[in-house]
Each structure stands twice: as C-alpha cells, then as structure tokens.
C-alpha cells in the first residue's frame, strides 16, 4: 500500500510472525515444511500470507479452516488499511508534521520485519556467502540494462535447466548408492 511517499510492505513483513506462530509456538509443521510452504505461496498468485494461512488452515480444519484463515489474514489489514484510507488523506499526512514523524519512524520498523525473515529463512536454508554469488550475480546484471543480460526471463530458464541438470545429477547419484 502507498500513501503518499509512504509505501507499507506485503506479506514479507508478517512471514517471521507467521513462522514463529504455527512452527515454534503451535508447531503445526516443522521447519523444513515451513520453507517448502513458503517457496509454494511466493510462487502462488495473491497475498503471501494468505496463502500460507489457507494451507495451514485446510491442514488444520479442512475447507472451513482455510476459509476461517484466508478472513482472518486478511480483514485485520482491510480494516486498518481501510480506516487509513479514510482519515488519512496523502494531503493529511503531508500536512501535519506529527504524522509524517511518525510515518518516518515506521520505516525503520518495515525494514527489520522484511529483513527478519529473509535472514532466518536464509540460515534454515543453509545459505552462505558461497551459495548467494549467484542471486547477487542475477540481480545485478538484470540492473545492468544490457540487451541481452538484463533480462529476467534468460535467467528464469537458465535455473530451470540447472536445476533439472541438478535434480537428474543427484537422483543418478542416489540410485547408483542404492545400487551399490
């Protein structure tokens, strides 16, 4: 959501909450599930939270769990984006030095809830200075804005050859150690 120079994260600014609830605290799903379930939801159409709520809620009560989830991830923000929307016009906020203190002291806050997640999601997935080269290579070449480069459908299939060539290597090599 924007409001004015004033934008609000999505669903990244919730997945620490989301994974601290139902894997550490409720411990519907182990940690593994949790990375999978969330690799699924990114890949999803919609709201990144959502989507997680209405799988653990269909795990959990079926239809009508996922029902229940998919509303309660969602009004909450509908109500508070809705009352903002509302009483606070972008002339508002621009208007009032109050306000605009304390959209500027938000900031801060939507940050470490975005960064919070993709860190322990980076360390669940064993991820390290060796293993993150490559996104960083990716993304700073699609920045570039050269021709060819910079473009992000070369490099959607260059990972999806890699990772079959990935997968049939490992799959090979485990059935030459059952094999044996």
């Not at 600014?13 to 182990?30: G, P, T, Y």
């Not at 009560?61 to 606070?88: C, E, N, Q, R």
Request: charged share 15%; aromatic share 8%; net charge positive.
């Amino acid at each position: 959501m924007k409001i004015g120079a004033f934008t609000f994260g999505g669903g990244w600014a919730m997945i620490s909450i989301i994974e601290r609830e139902i894997v550490d605290n409720h411990k519907w799903i182990a940690k593994d599930e949790f990375l999978d379930l969330l690799a699924i939801a990114q890949a999803m159409p919609g709201i990144l939270a959502v989507n997680i709520a209405v799988v653990i809620g269909d795990r959990l009560k079926g239809v009508k769990g996922s029902m229940a989830a998919a509303f309660g991830t969602i009004l909450p923000s509908f109500l508070i984006i809705l009352a903002i929307a509302i009483f606070l016009t972008p002339e508002t906020i621009k208007n009032n030095e109050v306000l605009t203190r304390i959209f500027k002291g938000i900031r801060p806050a939507v940050v470490a809830l975005i960064i919070a997640p993709v860190i322990t999601t980076a360390r669940t997935a064993k991820i390290n200075w060796k293993t993150i080269i490559i996104p960083i290579a990716v993304a700073l070449l699609i920045y570039s804005g050269l021709p060819v480069v910079s473009n992000p459908i070369l490099y959607i299939v260059l990972g999806g050859i890699g990772g079959y060539i990935y997968y049939t290597h490992v799959t090979l090599k485990q059935r030459k150690e059952v094999e044996q």
